[in-house]
């Protein structure tokens, strides 16, 4: 984007303005944001330039076909109330989760404090200049889910309608992204220091799961199917759920009640009055948190001694022995190991999409709509795990630890494959395999011992997945690279392309355990072959330690 | 021991390419190191020596010349160089999350040195540098300094026979440059080669038994201090200024900068 903020936000000046900010200072950090994102290279193509701009259309096409599914499945309906219900609770979750597991980092990122603290910038100008630059790209990705349903409401309800619909989608994404940070903001009034980026973490987590769960409640709870058509009765109950205010606003120009007005009234005044309140209330002293935050980045057991533990236990050899790890990758293996187990960015990434794991498919197992045998459905949910497998390779970048490559760079007879193999290894033995476990354990109950041959296909269709990706994705060393902001499309991509995968794969290994129980077994043995052939021959020769260089430099 | 040099470097050369922009690091530098001797090298900021010296640690692996370390081409045997040397980076990225006890088990480890004799090793050093008492926690609660030593220590740990050295003693404290000069010069005195870049004039005028000064990618003086200084009464800041083209007197530039 190679825009002067000071155009774009000038709407916003009044209101920058009456929190205590300066505006002009909040441009001018913004454009730095943007001027930094735009200097990130891609490093696809052989470590060449390419251009960031592109990355953001590319980004927002991806989400304009996420956002195609939404008008899809309400083809049939009439009802505009219902369509943009659904479309605002769409948006209000991947905005919530986008900014949770994407942008709350850049919120809090502490990497510029030594630049930006000493300069006389007050708290509220840091916090704007922070939300501010958040808001943008989650307003283009906003607008890019919701263009396909503008475009139907369009044509279905008339211009009004849409327009309407499109305002009320930039004032959800403010209303949710604000929301959000008051919930940050709010907890760090609570707490601070070292605690503060673990409970942060733990919040996130619940937060995630809450909204899943919360998503998924709604829509059942307030659309009415009748067997000749779906639709909605909005009453004043619906005023207690956000997402109906939006609606509610975009129904304004075809129904006309004091419920539909009031939710209107809401939807407009809310968001303009929680960037006032928290613009002045919790952006006071913003510059603090930063530092304290900068402090909970370094205190990290400040005094509290560790002892040295070399990891032995089962649990750990058992691992090592079901993931292929070689005697003389061992050390790494052991490093990776602790790593992932310590690196708050990483498992502020990882737990919330083991949350995802559990929580999300189950409500298609156990749906009060859904068809075909319980012990079928369980093994399509058993399926869902590898939406969390395919993210861990990705994930695993994320870290501030810059340029460690050199560690293993002077160090001989170390292939830089072995770093990046082991590290994803690892995080599945540490993470993955044991929420794995407890999640196929009900089918031994549904299945009995046959049971295996469905769990061992499973499992290594998951871990060939992650192989996989890690064989494509660019190089980047552990817990090495900030969450930039340019990368968010890409994860929603990867799932699709995922369960377009998964779904033949799936049907496949039904049809084999309908012929008979044992004989998924034969996929699971193409499997395995693949990924070893991935994992020890291909992955060792893709990656030079030059590509490495290229990919991790400073 | 024996005479063959450890390091000899010929017609070194190495560019980077910024768009259509060539940016030429390392003009061809040609260099012969012999066994046990104490290398001060030295240059302006931008010169190209943590270039040299990631070049012949193996860091570097695209450049024109030949580079041999241990009678090792480092293109065709990075490992075996590797084994030989230990190499201290300028910046110390290390992983935060670990103590630096864990981070040399799997320093050792990789290197296959028998664990519990290196990390004797480890806790001699870590006393002798004065962080014994930090051994078990976490590197992200150390100082600058502090981090400089975990990287000093890891780089001894295997005892390797030459050690090259990017601006080892930036962050140091006094007692701690004290230290590493003894461990350098006691180093020297087993036969052990030490090639070390800094900006700290004084110690590179002690310690070193050769100096060498690298300008805009070209060595453009190579001896020992006193023969580089002559017959004059030089300080090696001074002759460091005159050889670099930055022998003027800037008080008056100086001056007018603070009064605009």
């Given at each position: 984007m190679n825009l002067k903020a000071s155009s774009f936000l000038r709407p916003l000046k009044y209101v920058v303005e009456k929190t205590g900010a300066n505006f002009l200072q909040v441009c001018h950090l913004v454009d730095l944001r943007l001027l930094l994102d735009n200097r990130k290279l891609n490093p696809n193509s052989s470590g060449k330039n390419k251009d960031p701009n592109n990355t953001l259309v590319r980004q927002s096409l991806m989400f304009v076909l996420v956002g195609t599914f939404l008008p899809l499945m309400f083809s049939k309906s009439n009802d505009l109330f219902l369509i943009s219900f659904s479309t605002h609770i769409y948006l209000m979750v991947m905005v919530a989760v986008t900014m949770m597991s994407e942008y709350s980092v850049s919120l809090f990122d502490t990497r510029d404090n030594n630049l930006i603290i000493p300069l006389p910038v007050n708290g509220q100008t840091l916090g704007w200049a922070r939300v501010l630059h958040i808001m943008i790209y989650l307003l283009v990705i906003s607008f890019s889910l919701v263009l396909p349903s503008l475009v139907i409401i369009g044509i279905k309800f008339g211009i009004a309608s849409a327009l309407l619909m499109f305002a009320?989608?930039?004032?959800?994404?403010?209303?949710?992204?604000?929301?959000?940070?008051?919930?940050?903001?709010?907890?760090?009034?609570?707490?601070?220091?070292?605690?503060?980026?673990?409970?942060?973490?733990?919040?996130?987590?619940?937060?995630?799961?809450?909204?899943?769960?919360g998503y998924q409640l709604a829509q059942r709870s307030f659309v009415t199917n009748n067997g000749a058509e779906v639709f909605m009765s909005p009453s004043w109950r619906f005023l207690l759920i956000p997402p109906a205010w939006f609606s509610m606003l975009t129904t304004l120009w075809q129904i006309h009640s004091t419920v539909i007005l009031t939710g209107a009234v809401i939807a407009v005044v809310l968001p303009l009055l929680a960037m006032v309140f928290i613009g002045k209330k919790l952006f006071y002293g913003f510059e603090n948190t930063l530092v304290k935050l900068s402090a909970g980045d370094t205190s990290n057991a400040k005094g509290k001694s560790e002892k040295l533990q070399r990891e032995n236990t089962f649990w750990f050899r058992f691992n090592s022995i079901l993931l292929g790890v070689s005697k003389s990758e061992l050390p790494i293996f052991r490093l990776m190991w602790k790593l992932v187990g310590r690196e708050r960015l990483f498992k502020q990434s990882i737990l919330p999409m083991l949350a995802y794991m559990i929580v999300f498919p189950l409500f298609l197992v156990f749906s009060k709509n859904a068809t075909g045998d319980i012990s079928e459905r369980y093994l399509t949910f058993v399926y869902f795990t590898v939406m969390t497998s395919s993210m861990i390779p990705s994930v695993l970048c994320i870290g501030s630890n810059v340029y460690t490559l050199w560690i293993y760079q002077t160090l001989p007879n170390l292939k830089p494959s072995s770093v990046l193999s082991n590290a994803m290894k690892a995080a599945?033995?540490?993470?993955?395999?044991?929420?794995?476990?407890?999640?196929?354990?009900?089918?031994?109950?549904?299945?009995?011992?046959?049971?295996?041959?469905?769990?061992?296909?499973?499992?290594?269709?998951?871990?060939?997945?992650?192989?996989?990706?890690?064989?494509?994705?660019?190089?980047?060393?552990?817990?090495?690279?900030?969450?930039?902001?340019?990368?968010?499309?890409?994860?929603?991509?990867?799932?699709?392309?995922?369960?377009?995968?998964?779904?033949?794969?799936?049907?496949?290994?039904?049809?084999?355990?309908?012929?008979?129980?044992?004989?998924?077994?034969?996929?699971?043995?193409?499997?395995?072959?693949?990924?070893?052939?991935?994992?020890?021959?291909?992955?060792?020769?893709?990656?030079?330690?030059?590509?490495?260089?290229?990919?991790?430099?400073? | 021991m024996s005479n063959q040099p450890v390091i000899r470097i010929e017609n070194l050369k190495k560019s980077y390419k910024n768009g259509t922009e060539v940016n030429e690091v390392l003009k061809g530098i040609n260099l012969e190191v012999s066994p046990g001797q104490i290398i001060g090298y030295i240059g302006p900021n931008g010169a190209g020596k943590s270039t040299t010296l990631k070049i012949i640690c193996g860091l570097i692996d695209s450049f024109k010349g030949n580079v041999e370390v241990a009678g090792f081409d480092i293109r065709k045997d990075p490992t075996e160089v590797k084994r030989r040397i230990g190499y201290i980076p300028e910046l110390a990225n290390l992983y935060e999350s670990v103590t630096p006890m864990e981070y040399f088990s799997f320093i050792s480890e990789m290197r296959g040195l028998e664990l519990q004799h290196a990390l004797d090793r480890a806790h001699k050093l870590l006393s002798l540098l004065e962080i014994e008492a930090n051994a078990n926690q976490r590197i992200g609660s150390f100082s600058k300094g502090m981090k400089q030593k975990v990287l000093i220590i890891s780089a001894l740990l295997h005892n390797p026979d030459i050690l090259?050295?990017?601006?080892?003693?930036?962050?140091?404290?006094?007692?701690?440059?004290?230290?590493?000069k003894e461990i350098i010069t006691k180093m020297a005195a087993e036969g052990k080669t030490i090639f070390y870049s800094s900006h700290l004039m004084d110690v590179v005028e002690k310690v070193s038994d050769r100096i060498i000064l690298i300008n805009h990618g070209i060595i453009v003086a190579d001896g020992t201090f006193s023969e580089l200084k002559g017959t004059g009464n030089e300080s090696l800041e001074k002759l460091f200024a005159r050889l670099t083209g930055n022998d003027v007197d800037h008080t008056f530039e100086i001056s007018e900068a603070f009064n605009n």
């Amino acid at each position: 984007m190679n825009l002067k903020a000071s155009s774009f936000l000038r709407p916003l000046k009044y209101v920058v303005e009456k929190t205590g900010a300066n505006f002009l200072q909040v441009c001018h950090l913004v454009d730095l944001r943007l001027l930094l994102d735009n200097r990130k290279l891609n490093p696809n193509s052989s470590g060449k330039n390419k251009d960031p701009n592109n990355t953001l259309v590319r980004q927002s096409l991806m989400f304009v076909l996420v956002g195609t599914f939404l008008p899809l499945m309400f083809s049939k309906s009439n009802d505009l109330f219902l369509i943009s219900f659904s479309t605002h609770i769409y948006l209000m979750v991947m905005v919530a989760v986008t900014m949770m597991s994407e942008y709350s980092v850049s919120l809090f990122d502490t990497r510029d404090n030594n630049l930006i603290i000493p300069l006389p910038v007050n708290g509220q100008t840091l916090g704007w200049a922070r939300v501010l630059h958040i808001m943008i790209y989650l307003l283009v990705i906003s607008f890019s889910l919701v263009l396909p349903s503008l475009v139907i409401i369009g044509i279905k309800f008339g211009i009004a309608s849409a327009l309407l619909m499109f305002a009320a989608s930039l004032l959800n994404t403010v209303f949710t992204l604000f929301f959000t940070i008051f919930l940050y903001l709010g907890l760090m009034k609570l707490t601070s220091g070292d605690k503060l980026k673990d409970v942060m973490m733990y919040i996130q987590i619940g937060l995630v799961i809450f909204i899943v769960v919360g998503y998924q409640l709604a829509q059942r709870s307030f659309v009415t199917n009748n067997g000749a058509e779906v639709f909605m009765s909005p009453s004043w109950r619906f005023l207690l759920i956000p997402p109906a205010w939006f609606s509610m606003l975009t129904t304004l120009w075809q129904i006309h009640s004091t419920v539909i007005l009031t939710g209107a009234v809401i939807a407009v005044v809310l968001p303009l009055l929680a960037m006032v309140f928290i613009g002045k209330k919790l952006f006071y002293g913003f510059e603090n948190t930063l530092v304290k935050l900068s402090a909970g980045d370094t205190s990290n057991a400040k005094g509290k001694s560790e002892k040295l533990q070399r990891e032995n236990t089962f649990w750990f050899r058992f691992n090592s022995i079901l993931l292929g790890v070689s005697k003389s990758e061992l050390p790494i293996f052991r490093l990776m190991w602790k790593l992932v187990g310590r690196e708050r960015l990483f498992k502020q990434s990882i737990l919330p999409m083991l949350a995802y794991m559990i929580v999300f498919p189950l409500f298609l197992v156990f749906s009060k709509n859904a068809t075909g045998d319980i012990s079928e459905r369980y093994l399509t949910f058993v399926y869902f795990t590898v939406m969390t497998s395919s993210m861990i390779p990705s994930v695993l970048c994320i870290g501030s630890n810059v340029y460690t490559l050199w560690i293993y760079q002077t160090l001989p007879n170390l292939k830089p494959s072995s770093v990046l193999s082991n590290a994803m290894k690892a995080a599945f033995a540490r993470f993955f395999i044991p929420v794995f476990i407890l999640m196929v354990a009900p089918l031994f109950y549904f299945k009995g011992v046959v049971a295996l041959a469905d769990i061992a296909t499973v499992f290594l269709f998951n871990y060939f997945v992650a192989i996989a990706i890690l064989y494509f994705q660019p190089p980047y060393f552990p817990f090495s690279q900030s969450r930039a902001t340019s990368q968010g499309g890409k994860t929603v991509l990867r799932m699709m392309l995922i369960v377009i995968l998964a779904l033949p794969l799936g049907f496949l290994h039904a049809y084999l355990s309908g012929k008979n129980g044992w004989f998924p077994l034969v996929l699971s043995a193409i499997f395995l072959l693949v990924l070893i052939l991935i994992d020890k021959k291909w992955f060792p020769r893709k990656i030079s330690w030059k590509l490495a260089e290229d990919v991790n430099k400073l | 021991m024996s005479n063959q040099p450890v390091i000899r470097i010929e017609n070194l050369k190495k560019s980077y390419k910024n768009g259509t922009e060539v940016n030429e690091v390392l003009k061809g530098i040609n260099l012969e190191v012999s066994p046990g001797q104490i290398i001060g090298y030295i240059g302006p900021n931008g010169a190209g020596k943590s270039t040299t010296l990631k070049i012949i640690c193996g860091l570097i692996d695209s450049f024109k010349g030949n580079v041999e370390v241990a009678g090792f081409d480092i293109r065709k045997d990075p490992t075996e160089v590797k084994r030989r040397i230990g190499y201290i980076p300028e910046l110390a990225n290390l992983y935060e999350s670990v103590t630096p006890m864990e981070y040399f088990s799997f320093i050792s480890e990789m290197r296959g040195l028998e664990l519990q004799h290196a990390l004797d090793r480890a806790h001699k050093l870590l006393s002798l540098l004065e962080i014994e008492a930090n051994a078990n926690q976490r590197i992200g609660s150390f100082s600058k300094g502090m981090k400089q030593k975990v990287l000093i220590i890891s780089a001894l740990l295997h005892n390797p026979d030459i050690l090259f050295m990017d601006e080892p003693l930036s962050g140091l404290d006094a007692n701690s440059v004290i230290t590493v000069k003894e461990i350098i010069t006691k180093m020297a005195a087993e036969g052990k080669t030490i090639f070390y870049s800094s900006h700290l004039m004084d110690v590179v005028e002690k310690v070193s038994d050769r100096i060498i000064l690298i300008n805009h990618g070209i060595i453009v003086a190579d001896g020992t201090f006193s023969e580089l200084k002559g017959t004059g009464n030089e300080s090696l800041e001074k002759l460091f200024a005159r050889l670099t083209g930055n022998d003027v007197d800037h008080t008056f530039e100086i001056s007018e900068a603070f009064n605009n």
